[in-house]
């Protein structure tokens, strides 16, 4: 059975920083790039970052870029996103993401940046 499970979300003053992590099971990590994507209240699910299957290669979503970075580690089946800088136009509830035959998503772990 596929679980995606993020963690590490949480309440942080803008500038502050946050790194989300997501444990992976019931699929073949290392073979499977991985998304990260956020809902903010209101809004469209929206694309954040990417990361191939080895890790070589990164790709951002412009309003992320320079301020986020993508990881992972397949011996842990972990994925994870560090955020630096953090802004309130930030604050949204972050997924992890990948697709064989279909999307899978995680539950999803709230990020709240507000002084």
């Known amino acids: 059975q596929v679980q995606l499970v993020e963690s590490g979300g949480g309440l942080v003053q803008p500038g502050g920083s946050l790194r989300l992590s997501c444990a992976a099971s019931?699929?073949?990590?290392?073979?499977?790039?991985m998304k990260w994507y956020r809902q903010a209240p209101g809004k469209e699910r929206e694309y954040v970052a990417s990361?191939?299957?080895?890790?070589?290669?990164?790709n951002y979503a412009d309003s992320v870029k320079g301020r986020f970075t993508i990881s992972r580690d397949n011996a842990k089946n972990t994925v994870y996103l560090q955020m630096n800088s953090l802004k309130p136009e930030d604050t949204a509830v972050y997924y992890c993401?990948?697709?064989?035959?279909?999307?899978?998503w995680g539950q999803g772990t709230q990020v709240t940046v507000s002084s």
């Open positions: 019931g699929f073949t990590f290392s073979t499977s790039p």
């Open positions: 993401n990948f697709w064989l035959s279909k999307n899978f």
């Open positions: 990361i191939t299957r080895s890790g070589g290669s990164t």
